[in-house]
């Protein structure tokens, strides 16, 4: 069955999607997104965003337990490999990029209300220069706790208790594909937390532990060539091999899909 659009409570309307195989991606702007958040924690209703990029989704088509986990989240879209989807399928692309990297900053400085923020994920050393860069640079959000992202699965349920115990608004969950997404969905019953977001790499780039493309190099669509320069051996497989294989699996969808109504 294909992906369609989807309502939101939260929003209370109807928000636009593209489907990628079973995936509905939804169509939203900046904007749109930090009004989600904002209405999911004035609200405490659960919100479980998982930002996907090319790679994301065809770990996904690999693997039907990473799927069903993405399919129990609020999905949104990364990079010109997803956007290049949408233009296949729909014949056009994404209103905007809403990378993690770009869209957690932009709900930080426009969300009309203070947060408490608890950080999980990365080395110790990245995620306590990230907490230090989001209370300087967003003095009116709190960082209320934080944590690396090593961990073993008998510490889960005090890690949980501890995420908990400082009432988090907002949970930022930076361990990359597909175990941040399969935390988030797994450990949801015993998160008081109303917002969980997958962000990636997020905590490298504030930390300053990995340096950004430069802003015409990212206006390109080229972030992903510049990142695979900086580190060819870990990113060889995702970007080499996995570009055309994204592509061949979107070929695959357009061609099954004849004859059905986007």
């Given at each position: 069955?294909?992906?369609?659009?989807?309502?939101?409570?939260?929003?209370?309307?109807?928000?636009?999607?593209?489907?990628?195989?079973?995936?509905?991606?939804?169509?939203?702007?900046?904007?749109?997104?930090?009004?989600?958040?904002?209405?999911?924690?004035?609200?405490r209703?659960?919100?479980?965003?998982?930002?996907?990029?090319?790679?994301?989704?065809?770990?996904?088509?690999?693997?039907?337990?990473?799927?069903?986990?993405?399919?129990?989240?609020?999905?949104?879209?990364?990079?010109?490999?997803?956007?290049?989807?949408?233009?296949?399928?729909?014949?056009?692309?994404?209103?905007?990029?809403?990378?993690?990297t770009?869209l957690?900053?932009?709900?930080?400085?426009?969300?009309?209300?203070?947060?408490?923020?608890?950080?999980?994920?990365?080395?110790?050393?990245?995620?306590?220069?990230?907490?230090?860069?989001?209370?300087?640079?967003?003095?009116?959000?709190?960082?209320?706790?934080?944590?690396?992202?090593?961990?073993?699965?008998?510490?889960?349920?005090?890690?949980?208790?501890?995420?908990?115990?400082?009432?988090?608004?907002?949970?930022?969950?930076?361990?990359?594909?597909?175990?941040?997404?399969?935390?988030?969905?797994?450990?949801?019953?015993?998160?008081?937390?109303?917002?969980a977001?997958?962000?990636?790499?997020?905590?490298?780039?504030?930390?300053?532990?990995?340096?950004?493309?430069?802003?015409?190099?990212?206006?390109?669509?080229?972030?992903?060539?510049?990142?695979?320069?900086?580190?060819?051996?870990?990113?060889?497989?995702?970007?080499v091999?996995?570009?055309?294989?994204?592509?061949?699996?979107l070929?695959?969808?357009?061609?099954?899909?004849?004859?059905?109504?986007?």
């Amino acid at each position: 069955m294909l992906a369609r659009d989807f309502e939101s409570e939260l929003l209370g309307c109807r928000i636009e999607a593209t489907a990628i195989g079973p995936f509905a991606i939804g169509r939203l702007r900046s904007r749109d997104a930090i009004q989600l958040v904002e209405a999911a924690v004035q609200k405490r209703q659960n919100l479980d965003i998982a930002i996907c990029n090319a790679h994301t989704l065809l770990s996904a088509m690999d693997d039907p337990r990473y799927a069903a986990t993405l399919q129990k989240m609020t999905l949104l879209n990364d990079g010109i490999g997803i956007s290049l989807a949408s233009k296949l399928l729909r014949e056009e692309p994404f209103p905007e990029n809403l990378n993690g990297t770009d869209l957690i900053p932009r709900i930080l400085a426009n969300i009309g209300i203070p947060l408490r923020i608890y950080l999980l994920g990365a080395k110790e050393e990245q995620v306590r220069l990230a907490k230090e860069h989001i209370e300087t640079a967003y003095p009116k959000h709190q960082v209320v706790g934080y944590r690396d992202g090593y961990f073993a699965s008998d510490e889960l349920d005090s890690l949980c208790q501890g995420i908990n115990e400082a009432k988090p608004d907002l949970l930022l969950v930076a361990m990359g594909n597909p175990r941040q997404e399969t935390f988030i969905v797994e450990n949801r019953s015993a998160l008081a937390v109303p917002v969980a977001i997958g962000v990636g790499a997020l905590f490298d780039f504030m930390s300053g532990a990995v340096v950004r493309a430069p802003k015409i190099v990212q206006a390109a669509g080229l972030e992903w060539l510049f990142r695979l320069l900086q580190e060819p051996r870990r990113l060889f497989r995702r970007y080499v091999i996995g570009i055309p294989r994204f592509l061949f699996a979107l070929m695959k969808i357009r061609f099954s899909r004849s004859g059905v109504s986007r």
